[in-house]
């Protein structure tokens, strides 16, 4: 389906589920769509903050290799602004979260930031009504996007097992058109999917050379971390705790001078 090489796994969502769209899975979804990208990355360090101290692993948030040249769209402004003013700024992961789910504005105006997206106009009513509610409303374009997703995407997760093990040049073709919108699908087994074969992979990627979007897709089979139960769990747990565990930190705001983007590590 051509359309899912266009648009992210947010606004793939917000079409899918207009307004009962949650806010924790627009983000992560976000988030894990700008790491497939190497738009940013994650990397671990262990450090011990203090010689008496344990040796910790800390994980932080960086920039990654396709920062500059990646051209954002409305709702993913908020995960890359942090590293404008200093693109090689380390930022705790936990901290990275923070800053986000504060930056969003909370489920609506998130979700208007990504209906305002071009790839999305013609699918949401722009009345003067809806927007002063910020209602989500699919016009009757985006009804019929959103059956032509839904059952496109249903497909995919009945089939792609199959196609991984027995077919894995379809699969291939098809896993790199819908590039972040993998992470939607439900049943995709991601040892069969490291499994894919290398030469394949390089034919593929060469018969594809000058086509733009299948530029993100490598890294599906690059980074097979993305798609572990850990990170996502990571994530949401995150987002979960981390408003009481930011309030009883005296360092919510690094005033220690430990400083959220690196440093002793001492406000995680």
């Known amino acids: 389906m051509k359309l899912l090489s266009k648009i992210t796994p947010a606004e793939t969502i917000l079409i899918k589920e207009c307004g009962d769209a949650q806010l924790k899975n627009l983000l992560r979804f976000t988030f894990m769509d700008l790491l497939l990208k190497k738009v940013i990355k994650i990397v671990e360090e262990d450090k011990q903050p203090h010689p008496r101290d344990q040796v910790r692993t800390y994980t932080y948030v960086e920039s990654g290799k396709n920062f500059n040249s990646y051209k954002p769209k409305n709702h993913e402004l908020i995960f890359m602004s942090p590293f404008v003013e200093e693109e090689l700024i380390q930022i705790l992961f936990k901290h990275f979260v923070k800053i986000i789910y504060d930056a969003s504005g909370g489920k609506k105006n998130y979700?208007?930031?990504?209906?305002?997206?071009?790839?999305?106009?013609?699918?949401?009513?722009?009345?003067?009504?809806?927007?002063?509610?910020?209602?989500?409303?699919?016009?009757?374009?985006?009804?019929?996007?959103?059956?032509?997703?839904?059952a496109y995407l249903k497909e995919v997760d009945?089939?792609?097992?199959?196609?991984?093990?027995?077919?894995?040049?379809?699969?291939?073709?098809?896993?790199?058109?819908?590039?972040?919108?993998?992470?939607?699908?439900?049943?995709?087994?991601?040892?069969?999917?490291?499994?894919?074969?290398?030469?394949?992979?390089?034919?593929?990627?060469?018969?594809?050379?000058?086509?733009?979007?299948?530029?993100?897709?490598?890294?599906?089979?690059?980074?097979?971390?993305?798609?572990?139960?850990?990170?996502?769990?990571?994530?949401?747990?995150?987002?979960?705790?981390?408003?009481?565990?930011?309030?009883?930190?005296?360092?919510?705001?690094?005033?220690?001078?430990?400083?959220?983007?690196?440093?002793?590590?001492?406000?995680?």
């Open 111 to 150: 979700r208007e930031s990504i209906k305002s997206n071009e790839t999305q106009k013609h699918y949401f009513n722009q009345s003067f009504f809806i927007n002063l509610f910020r209602f989500v409303r699919l016009t009757k374009e985006g009804e019929k996007v959103k059956q032509e997703i839904t």
């Open 158 to 268: 009945e089939n792609i097992g199959d196609l991984l093990e027995n077919d894995q040049k379809k699969a291939l073709e098809l896993l790199v058109n819908i590039g972040g919108n993998i992470f939607l699908i439900r049943n995709l087994d991601f040892d069969l999917l490291k499994k894919i074969d290398k030469e394949l992979l390089n034919q593929h990627k060469a018969l594809h050379e000058n086509i733009d979007h299948y530029d993100d897709g490598w890294y599906l089979f690059e980074d097979s971390y993305l798609f572990e139960d850990s990170l996502d769990s990571f994530f949401y747990d995150t987002i979960d705790s981390f408003d009481s565990e930011f309030d009883a930190s005296s360092c919510s705001s690094c005033d220690s001078g430990c400083s959220s983007c690196g440093g002793c590590g001492g406000c995680d």
